[in-house]
């Protein structure tokens, strides 16, 4: 619903050989999220600026990443756009159909991000990348269950991607950026079912920051992929007001490892 076009950005940096496999990193960047037609209660709205939190540490981290000149191949993709309300907004009850070609029942429009991600996730096939991770300030719900110290991080449960799970949260327990593993076992995605779509955009009560990343796993399955939610540790709202800049240290340690 804004006037504000919304905008799609990739930043490559190549430093590795030309054949190798990149690493993908996807931000999340709703620059202003009212909430849509599903309007946000007025309390805090002033802080949804920061809903593009994810976006910013792309951009952080491929900054620090051309900076040390890291013998890696990087690529950030940012989703941008605002959310609000007008008579050109989409409304509850519309479908949309994502660029996987998978149909999408809106129940909800504040459940936005993941609409602008799993396009973006379909998009990064194209680099055939070694691992794509996704940083969103995705759901309240993550806040409840972890809290402002620790961002949530989901993926899939198998060998490939235990590996990548470790290596995430070691680089954020080293780098003092941590996050946590929360789990994504197939029994979940029994709360993601639509009437009338291939999915619809907010599940079935419970575990809301767990259904979000099934939502995205939908649209991630021809890779290796991670998902963090940091809605709780991208920025602080009480004292000292503004954002923490998390997760590029965890990302930029992550990848600094990954190019040794």
Known sequence: GSDEPPRFIVIKHMGGKPKDAPVVLVGKGITFDSGGISLKNAAHMDEMKYDMGGAASVFGTMRAVAEMGLKLNVIGVVAACENMPSGRA??????????????????????????????????????????????????????????????????????????LAEELLAAGQSSGDRAWRMPLFDIYQDQLKSCFADIPNMGSAGAGSVIAACFLERFSRKYTWAHLDIAGTAWKSVDIKGATGRPVSLLTNFLIKRAA
Do not use: W
């Open 90 to 163: 989409t409304k509850p009850g519309d479908i949309v159909t994502s660029m996987s070609g998978q149909t999408i029942e809106v129940l909800n429009t504040d459940a936005e991000g993941r609409l602008i991600l799993c396009d973006a996730l379909t998009y990064v096939e194209r680099f055939n990348p070694a691992a794509v991770i996704d940083i969103a300030t995705l759901t309240g719900a993550c806040m409840v269950a972890l809290g402002h110290h620790t961002s949530g991080l989901f993926t899939r449960h198998d060998e490939v991607h235990d590996a």
